[in-house]
Structure formats: C-alpha cells, structure tokens
C-alpha cells in the first residue's frame, strides 16, 4: 500500500513537467509559446525540388520539440525538363517543357545558306542571297527581290536567336545591281523585270532599324537608279563601302572570301557579265558562288579559272550555278574545280526562264547539265526554291567536342517555308532534315 502511495505522486509529477514542457515549445504561430522554447534545429531538408518554371520548398525540426519550420527556395534556372532533341537549322537542340528555355547540344561553326529569296507572288521569277556563317559572324551575299526583305530579316532573326528583334550583319556584297539581287537591299516594288526598284511598298533591309551592317562591298562602274538607290542608302546609314579590286580577298571568322570578276565594269549593259563571283574558303572547304557569270561569257569564265589555277585550286566542294542555271559552265572551268554537289537557286523544272532555260530532270539533259556530269558523274545537283532553301553545314562544334571537326563534305539540310500570317514569316523543318536530292538530277 505504501508503494502506490509513492508511484502515483511521482506519475502525476512526470505528467506535470511533461506538460509544461509541451506548453513552452507550442507552435511557432504563437509568440509566447515560442518564446518559452530555444529551439535546436536540424539542418534543412529538401521536401519541394526547385525548377526552372517554380520555386522550391525546405523544411527543418526542432529536435527538443519536434515543431517543424517550412521555407521557399529560389528557382533554379537549370533544373529543366527537357523534350526530345530535334534538328533546327542544322542544330542539334531540345527545348525545355516547362519553361522557354532551349540548349544547343551542337551548333554549326561555319555555314552556307542559301536562302529562298523567290518572289512572292510573282513566283516565276529566279533571286540570289545567300547568308556566310563562321564563328558566330554573317554576312549575306544579295538579297533577292524586294519582297522577300521581310522574310529574310526574320531568317537572320531566327539564325541568330534574336530575343529582341535585332540583327548584325558583318557584310554585305552586292555583285551587281540587277533586281532579283539587289532588290531585298533596296526595297521597292516586287514587279520584275522593274531593274529600278527606287521606290514601292517594301522596305528594304538597309533601312530596316532592326539590322546593322559593318560594311558593304561592290565594284565601281554600275549605273542606274537601283545602283544610286543603294549607295546613298549606305551613305545615309553610315555603313562603309569598299569597291573592290579582282582578287581582293578579307576574312570573316574562320572563312576567307575573295572576290573575282571584281575589276571596274567594261560594260554597263552587260550586268550579268559583270557580276561579282565568290570564291569561300574555310580550312579544307571550298565554295565557288558564280553570281550571274554563265558560259554565255566565256572570257570571264576563263578569267576565274585562271585566277583559281594561279591558286593551285583544283577541287571545288560545292558551286553555285551562275544566272540561275539557265546556260550552265564551260568544260573548261569545270574541268579545273571538279565540284561535288551543284546547287541551282531555282526550281527543277526552271519555270523561272520563260524562253525555258535548263531543266534538272529533263530526259535527254540539256547541254549545260550534260557537262558537269561529265566532269562528275556523281555530282549532286540541289534546286533552291524545291528545298525551301538549302543549308549547307561545313563544321560543327560541340559543346564537349574540340577541335572542331571539319566535315569531308558539306551537310544539306532542306528547309521548307510557309507564311505564318501576312506580314511575317515562319519556318518548319522536314522531319529527316537531311536534304534528299532532286529526283532526275543525275544521282538517283
């Protein structure tokens, strides 16, 4: 009986102490129950992950009362959730799910990219422009016509991952002054065969806001309204011109551009004839651009192969057939540079040249195909305007990967247009994007 009377006042003692120490460490949202308790915390503990998109969330116990304090952690900016890697502009990205965040797994380091400049609506009409890509530096070689200003101001945005609109060209060249060359520069009417696109409803690149130029290049002697519209364009933008001297050659990243046919003009009637051609090279690459320059002048033409011979440049990787495809080249010329893949800023049927022009599936060739398929019976012959535009990748650079790999030949890529709306223009991508050849082209 005595041992009871002892272990019941002691239970109620351990009850009381127990209660007051419960009293002391209540929950923190009471500012005398915390104040009666010191609070040993354990460390903080992840209960939320913190992501790019959302913040996180930390929880600690006070190891003496076991109450439990919660706090938000910032986002974290590369916790991301990426989709499935996908092929754009010849780039290896993936986009994040949950955010707009996107990664570039590899990114092209040297480029060529031969932009879909045709007319629209007047889709009969052929155009040049071509965008130089080296070590994050461009510049574009012509421009089309003056319609297509718009589209290629938001291909450069778009090659260029603008956020804010804005675009840099390092250089321009324009090889000569005729509209579907010089037209996207300018600005004015659409209309072709208008040579004087002085004025009309688009705007051309040179005024556009959005785009800054470091400089231009031409020749000197071409005449006519499009001629002074441009340079006092320049003139008034400030962008500095250098007329050029045949052969003169300048360096944009890792590419060294020459320019042939570059002497002042002999005839200004003859623009095509005097047309400046692009000689691009980068480490073992070699592109050779022939502006409007045909076998239709055999003079010229022997003068570049000469200029290449002086080189020591007997292999060409990729040409651009001159004027459109629509006389081809001398076997002369096509015997000194032996080319790989020829490509045509036109369509395969050729519909750009009423009077008919040479087509790349025609069943016997024509005479200007027949000859570079008898210098290269496995030439690869790519038109422009079927493809979209075409892209061609010399080297890549991955983010783990040095030195950079050259490719032992360019990478096609095709790229397939459409208008988003009026006024602006988007571009979705063939899902294999590696560019299939011309059906009939002489590589089946």
């Not at 499935?84 to 480029?111: K, M, S, W």
């Not at 589209?151 to 005729?178: A, E």
């Not at 069943?363 to 210098?375: E, K, M, N, S």
Request: with cysteine; proline share 6%.
């Amino acid at each position: 009986m005595t041992g009871k009377k002892i272990v019941i006042p002691a239970i109620i003692l351990m009850l009381s102490v127990t209660l007051i120490f419960l009293t002391a460490c209540a929950d923190s949202d009471d500012p005398v129950a915390d104040a009666g308790c010191t609070h040993e915390w354990g460390n903080w503990s992840e209960v939320i992950t913190a992501r790019c998109h959302a913040e996180g969330r930390e929880r600690r116990t006070c190891i003496l009362c076991l109450e439990r304090e919660t706090r938000d952690t910032d986002k974290d900016p590369s916790n991301h959730t990426w989709d499935q890697p996908r092929t754009v502009l010849g780039e290896t990205i993936r986009d994040c799910i949950r955010c707009e965040e996107t990664t570039y797994d590899t990114f092209r380091h040297n480029a060529i990219h031969f932009i879909n400049v045709w007319a629209i609506p007047y889709g009969r009409w052929a155009g040049d422009g071509f965008l130089l890509e080296s070590d994050g530096k461009y510049g574009l070689i012509d421009s089309g016509l003056p319609g297509r200003a718009e589209y290629i101001m938001n291909y450069l945005r778009r090659v260029q991952k603008s956020t804010d609109g804005k675009v840099h060209l390092d250089f321009i060249i324009s090889t000569h002054p005729d509209t579907d060359h010089i037209g996207g520069f300018i600005g004015g009417n659409t209309q072709y065969p208008n040579s004087d696109t002085s004025s009309g409803p688009y705007q051309g690149l040179i005024n556009n806001p959005d785009l800054t130029i470091g400089r231009a290049y031409m020749k000197t002697g071409f005449t006519g309204n499009s001629q002074t519209t441009l340079v006092n364009q320049l003139n008034n933008r400030g962008i500095p011109i250098t007329y050029s001297n045949d052969g003169h050659s300048f360096t944009m990243g890792e590419m060294t551009i020459t320019l042939f046919n570059a002497q002042p003009v002999v005839d200004t009637s003859a623009v095509n004839m005097e047309s400046m051609v692009q000689l691009i090279e980068v480490g073992g690459f070699k592109a050779l651009l022939m502006a409007d320059v045909s076998s239709l002048y055999s003079a010229r033409e022997e003068t570049i192969r000469q200029h290449l011979a002086n080189r020591n440049i007997t292999k060409i990787n990729v040409i651009k057939i001159g004027h459109h495809g629509n006389a081809g080249h001398q076997l002369s010329l096509l015997n000194q540079i032996k080319p790989d893949i020829a490509v045509y800023p036109n369509r395969v049927d050729n519909t750009a040249f009423p009077s008919g022009g040479q087509r790349l599936d025609q069943d016997p060739a024509p005479a200007g195909i027949t000859r570079i398929r008898g210098v290269n019976p496995d030439i690869k012959q790519y038109a422009v305007r079927d493809s979209g535009g075409i892209l061609a990748v010399i080297q890549y650079k991955n983010q783990q990967m040095q030195p950079l790999p050259m490719l032992s030949s360019p990478e096609l890529f095709a790229l397939k247009e459409y208008q988003k709306a009026p006024g602006s223009s988007e571009f979705e991508y063939r899902p294999n994007a590696i560019l299939t050849p011309v059906p009939g082209a002489g590589h089946e």
